[in-house]
């Protein structure tokens, strides 16, 4: 059974900062692939960043250079620190675990297909 909770959502202005928690209740939480998604109203669920079993990243080409995901194995925990906030990242994020040992390419790691488990979503709204 894996469970994820994700925190620190909030109301930011345009330029601001948060940093998004997910707590995972995961066994083997160090050989999972996990990663960030988020949804707009109106649009799909699109990846924003993931973090592989070995520490390798992948970004979405609008959160490169603003956004940074990590993780603390011990703590079983997910990051991602969200720099220089704009409208556009106005979304409710997910945390997603990936199978433990799942082989995943850095270069396909952001897809939603590669995880199996999904926590229920924290709203970011930043305003301008």
């Known amino acids: 059974q894996v469970d994820l909770v994700e925190s620190g959502g909030g109301s930011v202005q345009t330029g601001g900062s948060l940093r998004l928690s997910c707590a995972a209740s995961?066994?083997?939480?160090?050989?999972?692939?996990m990663g960030w998604f988020r949804q707009a109203p109106g649009k799909e669920r699109e990846g924003v960043a993931a973090?592989?079993?070995?520490?390798?990243?992948s970004y979405a080409d609008s959160v490169k250079g603003r956004f940074i995901i990590s993780k603390d194995n011990p703590k079983k925990t997910l990051y991602l620190q969200m720099n220089d906030l704009e409208p556009g990242d106005t979304a409710i994020y997910f945390c997603?675990?990936?199978?433990?040992?799942?082989?995943?390419?850095?270069?396909?790691?952001?897809?939603?297909?590669?995880?199996?488990?999904w926590g229920q979503g924290t709203q970011v709204t930043v305003s301008s």
């Open positions: 995961a066994p083997m939480f160090a050989n999972r692939d």
């Open positions: 997603a675990a990936a199978s433990a040992f799942r082989q995943t390419p850095t270069s396909t790691l952001l897809s939603p297909g590669n995880f199996a488990y």
């Open positions: 973090i592989g079993k070995l520490g390798s990243t």
